[in-house]
């Protein structure tokens, strides 16, 4: 079983910045994928940004040019660095690791709030 935590979500105002962690229990080296989704309220989960195997980045069309994800293979964590926020971006934040076996672990999640 993989553990995966975040952390780094909060309150911020509209064009403030965060950054989410999110720490896998287990090397993130040689996995499929990597990315982080959100669901906000009354919503269904959607993909924010992921990592491939072999680096290529994917963005949903509404963060492209103000999210940036990144990984540490040496530290087993990954990176949403959210810059220009917006009232819309709020919702709940979750990690995702997509396994060598193409098991799929999941965060438990953290709440993105940007309002003024």
């Known amino acids: 079983q993989v553990q995966l935590v975040e952390s780094g979500g909060g309150l911020v105002q509209p064009g403030g910045s965060l950054r989410l962690s999110c720490a896998a229990s287990?090397?993130?080296?040689?996995?499929?994928?990597v990315g982080w989704y959100r669901q906000a309220q009354g919503k269904q989960r959607e993909l924010v940004a992921a990592?491939?195997?072999?680096?290529?980045?994917t963005y949903d069309d509404s963060v492209k040019g103000r999210f940036t994800i990144s990984r540490d293979n040496a530290k087993n964590t990954m990176y949403l660095q959210m810059n220009s926020l917006k009232p819309e971006d709020t919702a709940v934040y979750y990690c995702?690791?997509?396994?060598?076996?193409?098991?799929?672990?999941w965060g438990k999640g953290t709440l993105v709030n940007v309002s003024s």
């Open positions: 990592i491939g195997s072999g680096g290529t980045t």
């Open positions: 287990r090397s993130i080296s040689d996995v499929r994928r």
């Open positions: 995702n690791l997509l396994s060598e076996w193409y098991s799929n672990y």
